[in-house]
């Protein structure tokens, strides 16, 4: 049962163009969403974050909206450069109690940025 | 150090071999976790840390698993009788835990140890 998806393998974008990688989740219990980057052989960078009770969190050339009805999030990164080339993950928390931080991730999006 | 160490980077074991996977996360961190990603997965979560004791070990897949904080900092997670289907990057994560402010909970990921069971 996956309960973060996301839906496409890989994006490819020209450099300096928008960025745009989207996250679904089944769970509604989550209530804390983050996006990680990874480059190969390195452990997941955490990149932006926003809590259920916003709709948008913005960081510099990274913004992520969280559509709650639809159980969806996205990250927009604009522009894109070619330093901006990993594999992105989606990751949700429930949060409280014994669970606190406890992430569960989706599969994953490479993202190439071509110059 | 800095961030979260993990060692060895690689690990090549036989069949029916025991190993341990070191995590040493960074200095203050009270919440350590263990992940495992697979090859074209995302991380999978297995135990969660809250200093010395194990508050939610519900990713373990089974009781071949098993890890420990002894002293509330350094981790080991040890593997009995590894099989080849625990071929996987496993991760060690740790992060600041204070009261209940969402901005502690950011987890900060090791490089990782690459397993591999021949």
């Known amino acids: 049962d996956q309960q973060v998806k996301q839906n496409s393998p890989s994006l490819s974008v020209q450099e300096g163009r928008i960025s745009i990688l989207n996250c679904d989740y089944t769970?509604?219990?989550?209530?804390?969403f983050l996006w990680y980057k990874k480059y190969p052989a390195e452990g997941p960078t955490f990149l932006i974050s926003?809590?259920?009770?916003?709709d948008k969190n913005e960081d510099g050339r990274f913004t992520v909206f969280l559509n709650k009805s639809a159980k969806h999030l996205s990250l927009h990164i604009v522009p894109s450069q070619p330093g901006d080339s990993a594999v992105y993950f989606c990751?949700?928390?429930?949060?409280?109690?014994?669970?606190?931080?406890?992430?569960?991730f989706g599969q994953g999006t490479i993202l190439t940025v071509h110059p | 150090g800095a961030g979260v160490s993990q060692t060895p980077s690689n690990k090549v074991t036989e069949k029916g071999k025991y190993v341990e996977l070191r995590c040493d996360p960074i200095?203050?961190?009270?919440?350590l976790y263990w992940y495992r990603q697979s090859l074209g997965q995302g991380p999978e979560f297995l135990i969660y840390?809250?200093?010395?004791?194990?508050?939610?070990d519900s990713g373990l897949p089974n009781d071949r698993f098993f890890a420990v904080r002894p002293e509330g900092s350094v981790s080991t997670l040890k593997i009995q009788r590894t099989e080849r289907g625990d071929s996987a990057v496993y991760l060690c994560?740790?992060?600041?835990?204070?009261?209940?402010?969402?901005?502690?909970?950011?987890?900060?990921f090791g490089q990782g140890t690459r397993l591999t069971v021949v």
């Open positions: 990751a949700a928390s429930a949060g409280g109690g014994t669970s606190y931080g406890k992430l569960t």
């Open positions: 200095s203050g961190h009270t919440a």
């Open positions: 769970n509604s219990m989550f209530d804390y």
């Open positions: 840390f809250q200093g010395t004791g194990a508050a939610d």
């Open positions: 926003i809590s259920s009770i916003k």
């Open positions: 994560a740790s992060s600041l835990i204070g009261g209940t402010g969402w901005s502690n909970t950011e987890a900060f």
